[in-house]
């Protein structure tokens, strides 16, 4: 038995849209009683902007085979009204509608088809036909046509060739009347051919993944400056102070986990008119994330979203596989699946987790990878699929190889606040001892205000390419422990060796800081120290906070959130 649901016409807003791209006017139905339905423009006569699109529901009973939906409307192939109020009304791409099964109107066939199905013959008939007057003028193909088609699509035919768009010219089946499936975009909105990607840009429509982490919330906005920080009126500001509309995507959570972003809710959320907006979604979901950026038609990608704490990976590699290096795949095709190839800009966040064990000092845009964790192989993978799509599409794609940074909004997880948040509750004698892993591992650390500006330089340069963040210099764990104790006036000395190592205040012999085994990685990494000249000269970036000004920020902001219980946004 199969089922099929239409779904009814969505509400249009009376609301216009500014950012709605023109929409052609749809043809005028064919003069005559005959219609070819290869024919593009007979197809296009069917389309109605004002019909209700088709949802198919199909399900098939042991051993029936492959469903297709029956009797639809002549009128639905069309999109949804929720595209067509963007400006996105048409008719299904070819391969998407009437071309590849050859149907009548009254048929909105089933994607994906099955292979199989179709070889055992086992596909429906089609049903109802068209009236005799209307009927098309080649015969609805059989399963064995079907499934040549299909076998076509899946073959890189080179004679062929192909397009920026990856649409293949029609083959030698077509010119034998055999339905032909043709590779290009899934659809391409009416309108788009007019825009270049400089015109595109100025629109300045931002589209974030992770915009509720540390980077997301910064890149949003630069936000006030502390007063413990004056150097940060320095930084310019990033996306909304420079006129952006911004679209978040958040994870759905029993919990709240937009608390980064409290502050900018009365002025900016796009409820009370302003032009921040948050949409559930998940790097795990592609068609959410097609649905997402078909709707919001962003003029720059910040892939920000990812399973980033490197000790976790270990315990959720696959997990961590999935979200950090195929989540970066499935944004990059759907924004070729959105006809946006040639008009987007998108930017990865890279790691300078993918150096790991090597041997050079310091490491730059040229230097091998070898990454040490789950986390860094993922990236890795995300990392060359960006230059991949580049290089392949053309796509507007770079990556940000970013160098340790930290902020108060840092997660508490991660080892830099981790530190902060001890040395201020064991001040306020709300903690007793601090617990910490390797702490001779250095890092290149930064604040994240000065790299999510380089992020956006990125974006902004004629040409696309990968660029390395850093600060120039390094420091151990054991130097950032010191140094926030000392933000506080509390010194401290060292006593033991190794895993027995402890940390004691140096004038009253007691034990802040201790050694735990259970804080060290299967595979650790040493030493990162990165060399930003090519981001420094090309891109005009410079970082505006050094190291002892990150640390007193931090430790500051903690003091403050730990002794007036302020509720902890980070």
């Excluded at 009370?272 to 097609?290: A, C, E």
């Excluded at 720059?300 to 315990?315: D, I, M, R, T």
Aim: aromatic share 8%; with cysteine.
């Amino acid at each position: 038995m199969f089922h099929i649901m239409i779904a009814p016409p969505t509400p249009q807003s009376t609301k216009p849209d500014p950012l709605a791209l023109p929409s052609p006017p749809l043809p005028a139905s064919p003069p005559d009683d005959t219609v070819d339905l290869h024919s593009p423009s007979d197809r296009r006569a069917y389309a109605s902007p004002s019909s209700p699109s088709l949802l198919p529901l199909v399900s098939a009973a042991p051993n029936a085979g492959l469903g297709i939906p029956l009797d639809a409307p002549s009128s639905s192939l069309t999109r949804s009204s929720s595209l067509r109020s963007r400006g996105l009304a048409e008719p299904l791409a070819d391969h998407q509608s009437n071309d590849v099964l050859n149907a009548t109107p009254q048929l909105c066939p089933a994607v994906p088809v099955a292979a199989h199905a179709l070889a055992s013959g086992s596909l429906p008939p089609l049903l109802p036909a068209l009236p005799a007057s209307r009927k098309p003028m080649r015969p609805v193909p059989s399963a064995g046509d079907l499934l040549a088609s299909i076998r076509q699509l899946e073959m890189d035919d080179e004679t062929d060739g192909a397009d920026d768009d990856g649409g293949h010219a029609l083959g030698a089946s077509a010119r034998a009347g055999t339905p032909t499936f043709v590779r290009r975009s899934l659809f391409v909105p009416p309108g788009l051919d007019a825009w270049t990607r400089d015109t595109w840009a100025t629109r300045k429509v931002a589209l974030i993944t992770g915009i509720t982490g540390q980077d997301g919330s910064y890149l949003t906005e630069r936000g006030s400056c502390p007063k413990v920080c004056m150097s940060l009126s320095s930084l310019p500001p990033v996306l909304l102070d420079k006129g952006y509309e911004v679209h978040g995507i958040i994870r759905r959570s029993s919990s709240f986990n937009t608390s980064r972003l409290h502050h900018l809710f009365p002025a900016h959320a796009a409820d009370t008119g302003g032009k921040l907006w948050l949409h559930y979604g998940d790097l795990t979901d592609s068609s959410n994330l097609v649905h997402i950026i078909a709707s919001v038609q962003p003029s720059e990608v910040y892939n920000l979203g990812a399973q980033s704490h490197v000790k976790v990976s270990f315990e959720m590699s696959e997990y961590t596989g999935d979200v950090d290096g195929l989540g970066a795949l499935r944004l990059l095709d759907a924004i070729r699946t959105c006809g946006l190839t040639n008009l987007v800009k998108f930017y990865q966040a890279s790691t300078s987790e993918l150096y790991g064990l090597t041997t050079m000092e310091p490491q730059s845009e040229q230097t091998p990878f070898h990454p040490r964790s789950p986390y860094g192989v993922a990236k890795l993978y995300a990392y060359w699929i960006t230059v991949n799509y580049r290089e392949s599409y053309g796509l507007f794609a770079c990556n940000g190889i970013l160098f340790n940074h930290e902020s108060p909004r840092r997660g508490r997880t991660f080892v830099t606040r981790k530190i902060t948040r001890a040395v201020a509750e064991i001040s306020l004698g709300k903690q007793e001892c601090l617990y910490v892993g390797n702490l001779e591992a250095s890092r290149d650390w930064g604040h994240a205000r000065d790299y999510v500006h380089g992020m956006w330089l990125m974006l902004q340069h004629d040409n696309a390419n990968d660029f390395v963040l850093s600060t120039h210099s390094t420091h151990t764990v054991r130097e950032f422990v010191e140094k926030a104790f000392a933000v506080l006036s509390i010194p401290i000395a060292w006593r033991g060796r190794a895993t027995g190592e402890t940390g004691i205040d140096a004038r009253t012999g007691r034990v802040l800081v201790r050694v735990d085994e259970r804080y060290f990685r299967p595979a650790e990494v040493d030493y990162l120290l990165g060399d930003c000249s090519k981001a420094e000269t090309v891109l005009g970036w410079k970082r505006a906070i050094d190291f002892d000004t990150l640390v007193r920020e931090m430790v500051v902001a903690d003091l403050e959130s730990a002794k007036y219980l302020v509720e902890d946004h980070n």
